[in-house]
């Protein structure tokens, strides 16, 4: 078993590795991959990441929901926002839901194009997606999706989060993995209080969402696993 | 007094940065900007990077010195390689060197395209560079030579610690400095053990560099801050 582990810190970074034989696990954790993973586990047929909210309007017919955000506020018209309490089980169950989201959309497109397999991750399926990854027999590019093509910490502590879990059975681990990992045992105990060093801090606390973020940093909340499947995000099984 | 640090991870996230009125301090720990640290240190006059071992040769006469390395052997017929106990005052002193160095030289000719000044950073002149740093009134990029364009600890850690320095000194960081203090932190009592984490500790085994490795983790041998002026890199005072 010589699988190798990598971090993508961001994906302006994504056309150095080689990954078409690889799955990459897409990280956005504040706050689409967190609300993609509730949303399926909560019974929602499928999820279809889209970066503009204009992109949602081939969608505009009442077989789908419309989630998008503008400054924090649900875009007049829609059917919720980004927050991850909107995915409920009422509200998702049996449905199509179209997500506008621009970093994460922007890495699962990109990740697309070469890799063998898309899936999503977030603390909230963490074992989950770990107890699956470690019986692939496959090389793991954990793509954190950044914020604006920039470096941010929340999805790098989450690839840590899964570095550490499997660094017992992949045999090769980049630079990248091992800052993440390091940083994520450094956080691990308190990952809200750790979060508060970053620099879009400030901007998170505008946008008036520290329960979205506490809910974000729960670990196995959830059991399904996001795939990426055409244009649409549904259970790996 | 609202100054910004940054730091950039690898070149290929350079042009994300506001750089026009910002000093940037490009750093290639292992070993081209530790040698020219300690080179000008030395009483080398200038020395000039290039990127490949063929830019050499326009300056092959007898006025400059050239350095260059392939698979850690000096290149047949050039004066040393890339060790930094090459620059000594008796080989260097009054002398311009050509250096070749891939990552380093292509960090430096990216950021002085744009930057309002570029200079130099190692862990030979941490002390000295984060004192002048202090007194400009200037933002600073931390840029991080990397390896290929991908993430590598060592230039992570010396941004990491002109960070931890000049913490009192300015108002903003970005998620990658505060990532990289805290790697820093966590590594800076046993910089060298820290870094046979790396991916490539084994190629550095293989070049048979652990003495370099060593002295290029030495804090403050030198007083110089290299400045690229031009296509040469000179003592800033």
Same mark, same amino acid.
């Given at each position: 078993m010589s699988r190798t582990i990598e971090v993508c810190l961001t994906p302006a970074l994504l056309h150095l590795y080689?990954?078409?034989k690889s799955i990459v696990v897409v990280i956005d954790i504040l706050r689409a991959t967190s609300s993609i993973t509730y949303g399926l586990e909560n019974g929602a047929e499928s999820i279809i990441?889209?970066?503009?909210?204009?992109?949602?309007?081939?969608?505009s017919n009442k077989d789908y929901l419309l989630a998008a955000e503008r400054n924090g506020e649900v875009v007049p018209g829609y059917d919720f926002g980004n927050s991850p309490f909107s995915y409920t089980q009422e509200k998702v169950?049996?449905?199509?839901?179209?997500?506008?989201?621009?970093?994460?959309t922007k890495a699962m497109h990109m990740a697309q194009k070469r890799a063998h397999q898309v899936v999503v991750g977030s603390f909230l399926n963490l074992t989950a997606l770990c107890d699956w990854l470690k #019986?692939? +027999?496959?090389?793991? /590019?954990?793509l954190c999706a950044g914020w604006k093509d920039q470096f941010n910490l929340e999805d790098t502590l989450?690839?840590?989060?899964?570095v550490n879990r499997l660094r017992k059975d992949f045999m090769h681990f980049d630079d990248a993995s091992v800052a993440a990992e390091d940083m994520y045992l450094l956080a691990k105990d308190d990952l809200r209080t750790y979060l508060k060093k970053s620099s879009h801090?400030?901007?998170?606390?505008?946008?008036?969402?520290?329960?979205?973020?506490?809910?974000?940093l729960k670990l196995d909340v959830c059991k399904v696993i996001? #795939?990426? +499947?055409?244009?649409? /995000?549904?259970?790996l099984f």
């Open positions: 080689a990954i078409e990441p889209v970066a503009q909210v204009e992109d949602c309007l081939r969608y169950a049996g449905r199509t839901i179209v997500l506008t989201t621009t970093n994460g #019986v692939q +027999d496959k090389n793991v /590019l954990l989450f690839a840590g989060a899964v801090s400030h901007r998170l606390e505008q946008l008036n969402i520290e329960e979205d973020v506490q809910f974000c996001p #795939v990426l +499947d055409g244009e649409r /995000l549904v259970k």
